[in-house]
């Protein structure tokens, strides 16, 4: 760093002292994430040894291999990924950010995606960004879809168009996460329609949410966009559970 913006990073910590958007505390040469260090190192991470098709981390040592899930059921998107699972301060990230309408949590929540997941998705030679859809009742209610909030920076960062308008919701469904599991499949089953088959037809496409349980809203979404044409899906989220 020049000595030029050194000298203007440390002005900014004076004017806006960087604090961790987990413990509140401040944080010297913060960089851009704004986490500090302590809870940085605590954070729930998603590793291996998981399934290399839905992601689900498997407990103690080991190689990745598909889970009994994915082998008797394998669903529709290629991959799913998560940097995290959805527990503790991660978990209360995202209810800030979605719930609390902190809407200013997207840019964290965006940036631990790409800390975690960076890599990956430049491997996968993604085409563009699809975000899950609210129905409209929902959007109505809580003014913002977060999925297309985070979307729109890792647009920006990924170098990758997003299309917000091209995947629909078109009824609205119970939260997933009130449901037990058997019920999630039935709840979101042809809850999705394509707008414009040809925008997706032969793309890569990052199908991006916050959360991801069952995994049932990516594999209709996922089905919906590879039964338009799509020629891969990889979801993606900031945390999953645990199952
Ligand atoms: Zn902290
Ligand atoms: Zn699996």
Redesign the pocket.
């Known amino acids: 760093m020049g000595r030029v913006a050194q000298f203007f990073n440390a002005l900014c910590d004076v004017i806006l002292p960087p604090i961790c958007h987990i413990c509140r505390n401040f944080i010297p040469n913060a960089g851009t994430l704004h986490i500090c260090p302590d809870c940085h190192d605590r954070l729930p991470c998603a590793a291996s040894p998981l ?1 290399p ?2 992601g ?1 981390p498997f407990a103690g040592a080991g190689a990745d291999h ?2 009994g ?2 082998l008797t059921h394998p669903p529709h998107f290629d991959s799913a990924r998560a940097p995290f699972l959805y527990e503790g301060t991660i978990r209360d990230l995202i209810h800030a950010f979605k719930y609390d309408r902190r809407t200013h949590l997207r840019r964290p929540l965006a940036l631990l995606i790409l800390e975690g997941l960076g890599e990956a998705l430049i491997e996968q030679r993604l085409d563009l960004i699809i975000p899950v859809p609210l129905h409209r009742s929902r959007l109505r209610q809580r003014s913002f879809n977060q999925a297309a909030l985070i979307g729109n920076l890792l647009s920006r960062r990924l170098s990758l168009p997003i299309m917000p308008d091209t995947l629909f919701r078109n009824r609205p469904t119970e939260p997933q996460i009130n449901l037990p599991a058997a019920e999630r499949r039935q709840n979101v089953k042809g809850a999705f329609t394509v707008h414009i088959p040809e925008h997706i037809a032969g793309k890569r496409i990052l199908l991006l949410d916050d959360v991801m349980t069952t995994g049932s809203t990516m594999d209709e979404c996922a089905k919906e966009l590879k039964d338009s044409g799509a020629a891969a899906v990889m979801a993606v989220t900031v945390a999953r559970t645990a199952r």
Do not use: L, W
């Open positions: 399934c098709t839905c689900i598909r889970c899930a994915c």
